[in-house]
């Protein structure tokens, strides 16, 4: 397995981390639709990743060349407030002209194994991601992918069915580690204290779940000084 390769950008605080970071996906957009004519991103749920998508719907850019994806979705009613996807759509994405199908929801309501399937389907004509943004909990988990759990499908499917979850609810969807690091960019947001613990493990080579994502061209971490410290 090839050594994950790191670059460490580090903030006084959220907020500066916050506005390099929406300067950072936005100049991802622009680099795609410039060369391909399109651009695929994967969401993150969580509060930093909230204030990121707050920032894009002022953006200029050509939205209707974007295409949305998510990097996992808990198993919950598709309007849950709790859901990644409505999170998305309240902060930024109803705010936005992306067409609308072209932004990508899990159907995680119907379930781990259902919606891991049919996210499996609909990944299986897309390319490598443009982008993917990206979170880190307390334990080094990172979408959907917890400690001591699968982070891949047997049968080398895109998205994996998630059960007993650590956090609530317990039953979850997510992209593998392997489909998560089949981009040409990923962002991974770090902020607040609670997660020093987590940054030394991932630091010292610990088999964590944030290490597992491994795109070749290597990761784009957006630290603030109080996870870094």
């Known amino acids: 397995m090839q050594e994950q390769l790191i ?10 981390l916050q ?3 929406t300067e950072a996906v936005l100049k991802s957009a622009k680099t795609a639709i410039d060369e391909n004519g399109r651009f695929s991103i994967v969401l993150a749920g969580g509060t930093t990743p909230k204030e990121i998508y707050q920032q894009l719907r002022t953006a200029q850019t050509d939205w209707s060349s974007w295409h949305v994806y998510f990097g996992d979705e808990r ?3 598709a309007d849950h407030l709790d859901r990644n996807s409505r999170m998305a759509f309240d902060a930024w994405l109803s705010h936005v002209s992306i067409p609308a199908q072209q932004v990508h929801v899990m159907p995680a309501e119907l379930g781990p194994d259902m919606a891991a399937a049919r996210y499996s389907d609909l990944l299986a004509g897309a390319e490598t991601f443009d982008c993917v943004l990206l979170g880190m909990g307390e334990d080094a988990h990172t979408a959907s992918l917890f400690p001591g759990q699968v982070w891949e499908a047997a049968d080398g499917a895109p998205a994996i069915p998630v059960r007993n979850a650590p956090k609530p609810p317990s039953d979850r969807v997510s992209l ?3 489909r998560l690091s089949r981009a040409r960019q990923v962002m991974f947001f770090v902020t607040g204290a609670g997660k020093r613990e987590a940054m030394k493990a991932w630091r010292g080579g610990e088999q964590v779940p944030v290490a597992a994502i491994r795109p070749v061209a290597g990761v784009d971490v957006y630290i603030d000084r109080a996870a870094n410290d």
Request: glycine share 0%.
């Open 19 to 21: 506005v390099a970071a």
């Open 7 to 16: 670059r460490w950008h580090v903030y006084d605080n959220a907020s500066q």
């Open 75 to 77: 198993c919950l009613p």
């Open 176 to 178: 593998s580690a392997s």
